[in-house]
């Protein structure tokens, strides 16, 4: 799970789903996504379909030469509620792994914690890595997963 990098607030009257990464936010996504080559790399990448969100995806995937053209955008996901956030992920396909899902808080934060049974805030462009043994996406519910580790701009 992943949230978007930081975002940029210099026009109050922008729209939400239309607000850019910062340059923080693009530094933070780039620097993630090279430390993320240390890890597994994504099977699939299914990203909020938001600027700021996809921004991320596009950015990650650069880093880690995953194929763009494979980041699969999904407008429902923006400010998606848990209900939401569990059909996504109970729709993936079995032959997938390692999943990244990008996208926004309060969402991520209660999807994980929701997961886990282990509160924890997901802030900007900081990554929980969770871990099953389920064999199923379709079989994820509460408490199915473990946070395996939880990365953050500051510690890379």
Not at 56 to 77: C, D, G, P, R, S
Not at 109 to 135: F, G, P, Q, R
Request: hydrophobic share 35%; charged share 25%.
């Amino acid at each position: 799970m992943i949230r978007h990098g930081k975002s940029d607030w210099g026009n109050p009257y922008q729209d939400d789903f239309d607000r850019a990464l910062n340059h923080r936010g693009i530094l933070d996504a780039k620097n993630m996504g090279d430390h993320l080559k240390n890890y597994s790399n994504p099977d699939s990448i299914i990203s909020s379909s938001a600027k700021r969100a996809i921004t991320t995806a596009h950015l990650l995937a650069q880093q880690l030469n995953f194929n763009e053209k494979l980041i699969v955008e999904k407008k429902n996901l923006y400010l998606a509620p848990i209900n939401e956030l569990m059909e996504t992920i109970k729709s993936i396909d079995n032959k997938v792994d390692n999943l990244y899902l990008i996208g926004h808080n309060p969402g991520l934060t209660s999807l994980v914690s929701y997961l886990t049974d282990d509160w924890m805030e997901l802030k900007t462009c900081c990554v929980a890595i969770l871990e099953s043994e389920i064999d199923s996406w379709e079989n994820w519910i509460k408490g199915v997963a473990t946070i395996k580790e939880y990365i953050s701009p500051k510690s890379i």
